[in-house]
């Protein structure tokens, strides 16, 4: 089928932004594995395969539209050297992952591509979820210390 | 964080190296080894960021 106009570079820009996250959350999951975090590790990890579920399907979507599905490009994958940090830096990718995905929702109401613009939405409903849970982690973080909450990480998920 | 991950440089080691003087985009360049084939290139595109947390100009990154 022929895209409509813009929409399979917004989906590729989407894709960029997934790929990079696929990496982060990755590496951030194997980080937290070895320091013994395996509740967190499960956690994230889940995060990064449902990141690549996401390409799978912009990927797919993009063939579908003939366009070519740039898997070269990626933005600068954010590593925190801390729990704190990588948490922080993995909030700020889903923010700008939601901005890209709403102007993405814009772009293809205008050009009136209604079956990307479902996916998109429904790829944004996953990173509000994600963003709630980042926050949830560091609202707790703040409450209890994050000493106290590196604790609890350490056990695994019952 | 990290802010070069071909080389595993995290931010505290460059506004370290700043603090021993090098603090000019060549000199950090060459002194991270940002000129080696093996590096993808980013870093060296973003010099002037990386010169900048070297001269303690930017608040940190992960804040
Ligand atoms: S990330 Fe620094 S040169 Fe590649």
Redesign the pocket.
């Known amino acids: 089928m022929k895209a409509k106009e813009g929409v399979v570079n917004v989906l590729n820009k989407v894709l960029t932004a997934d790929l990079t996250a696929i990496n982060q959350y990755f590496v951030h999951a194997k980080m937290c594995e070895n320091w013994g975090y395996e509740r967190l590790h499960h956690k994230v990890r889940e995060r990064s395969i449902s990141e690549m579920k996401d390409a799978d399907e912009l990927i797919g979507h993009i063939l579908y539209l003939d366009g070519v599905p740039n898997v070269q490009r990626m933005n600068a994958v954010q590593v925190g050297e801390t729990v704190l940090e990588q948490l922080k830096l993995d909030l700020k990718a889903e923010q700008e992952m939601l901005t890209l995905l709403s102007e993405g929702v814009v772009h293809c109401t205008k050009v009136t591509d209604f079956t990307t613009r479902h996916m998109l939405e429904d790829m944004a409903e996953d990173v509000d979820e994600h963003i709630d849970w980042i926050e949830t982690q560091l609202e707790t973080i703040k409450q209890v210390g994050v000493e106290n909450y590196l604790a609890e990480q350490i056990k695994k998920e019952s | 964080m990290y802010i070069?991950?071909?080389?595993g440089i995290t931010e505290n080691a460059i506004k370290r190296l700043g603090e021993e003087g090098v603090l000019c985009p060549n000199a950090l360049a060459c002194e991270l080894g940002?000129n080696e084939p093996d590096?993808?290139?980013?870093?060296?595109k973003n010099i002037e960021r990386l010169t900048a947390i070297a001269q303690g100009q930017v608040r940190s990154v992960a804040g």
Do not use: N, Q, T
């Not at chain 2, 070069?4 to 080389?7: G, I, Q, S, V």
């Not at chain 2, 590096?39 to 060296?44: F, I, K, N, S, V």
């Open positions: 070069c991950l071909c080389r940002l590096c993808c290139g980013r870093c060296l």
